[in-house]
Every structure is written in structure tokens, then in C-alpha cells.
Nanobody
Framework: QVLLVESGGGLVQPGGSLRLSCAPS????????MGWFRQAPRKERAFVAA????????YYADSVKGRFTISRDNAKNTVYLQMNSLKPEDTAVYYC????????????????WGQGTQVTVSS
């Protein structure tokens, strides 16, 4: 397995913003699509957003469209998730993942995962 390290999580009030980062190590993931998933307490791990290798294609879960933005900087080997207008229902552990193929919402299409970073949205 290749190490993926997420950062940027924390506690934020409803309506606030956070920016998550994912920094893969051990390899550059050339040609891989990248995705973000999240897992809330007592829930299955769910798709959030994905981006193609070149960054030209993105896809979002309906629950985050218009609020979250996925991006990548391949020169820095880093993937980002900008989260705005956060809601309590966004509270979850957020995971970065690498997909050897095209953009996908399926967990099984992603070969490498980080340890996750906690995002808590509460007043």
C-alpha cells in the first residue's frame, strides 16, 4: 500500500469552511483519478467527490454540489477538498483515495486510502 495523508480537519460551526488536503507519499499516482469519501457514525463510507488525473473532469455527490470543490496540484502531489457552507450532516471522517482508472463513485475502484481526518460541524 502507498501512504496517503489527509490533513485540515477540525471543528467548525455551521456555515463555516474547511480545506482538506491529501498528500500521497511513496509514489506520484501518475494517471490516477483521486476521490474523497466520508463516513459518518453508524453509516457506510460514502462518495463525496472525484477528480480526473488532468483535473479537467470532476464529479460530486448530490449532497455536496455547490458547496464543496475538489482540486489537485500534480506538481505538489496534493489533492484538496474545499468545503464551504458546512452543515451538521457533513460531520464525518473524510478519506482521500486513489483510483487507477477513471472517475468513479464506487469504493472498490479505489486502490489506496488514507487514515482519514475528522470533520465536526456543530454549534
Amino acid at each position: 500500500q502507498v501512504l496517503l495523508v489527509e490533513s485540515g480537519g477540525g471543528l467548525v460551526q455551521p456555515g463555516g469552511s474547511l480545506r482538506l488536503s491529501c498528500a500521497p507519499s511513496g509514489r506520484t499516482f501518475s494517471g490516477y483519478a483521486m476521490g474523497w469519501f466520508r463516513q459518518a457514525p453508524r453509516k457506510e463510507r460514502a462518495f463525496v467527490a472525484a477528480i480526473s488525473w488532468g483535473g479537467g473532469s470532476t464529479y460530486y455527490a448530490d449532497s455536496v454540489k455547490g458547496r464543496f470543490t475538489i482540486s489537485r496540484d500534480n506538481a505538489k502531489n496534493t489533492v484538496y477538498l474545499q468545503m464551504n457552507s458546512l452543515k451538521p450532516e457533513d460531520t464525518a471522517v473524510y478519506y482521500c483515495a486513489a483510483n487507477p482508472g477513471r472517475i468513479s463513485v464506487a469504493k472498490d475502484d479505489y486502490d489506496y486510502w488514507g487514515q482519514g481526518t475528522q470533520v465536526t460541524v456543530s454549534s
